[in-house]
């Protein structure tokens, strides 16, 4: 494990480790949420896609409860059903 894994990790973790009796290697500062979003969008959009391609009936289910929220916020949309 590098360096800024490492640091990575005592950020999230550092906690649990202090709960636990562990001492960090680190003294690393948490990451910025830049860096949070940077790392979850650059680094792993791959599994995110095979996570969304996995689960389409929970996209299909949350595209319908946000057409759902939005028809009873702006009142009176028609409904949409499904093979009509």
């Given at each position: ?44 959009p791959p599994r995110k ?17 946000a057409w759902l929220g ?5 009142g009176g949309l028609p ?6």
């Open positions: 494990m590098g360096r800024r894994e490492l640091e990575t990790f005592e950020a999230v973790a550092g906690p649990m480790l202090d709960a636990c009796g562990y001492r960090r290697a680190t003294e690393a500062m948490p990451p910025s949420r830049v860096e949070q979003i940077a790392e979850r969008v650059l680094r792993h896609a095979a996570a969304m391609l996995r689960n389409g009936a929970g996209i299909a289910e949350g595209i319908e409860r939005w028809r009873l916020r702006l409904i949409r059903t499904a093979g009509l």
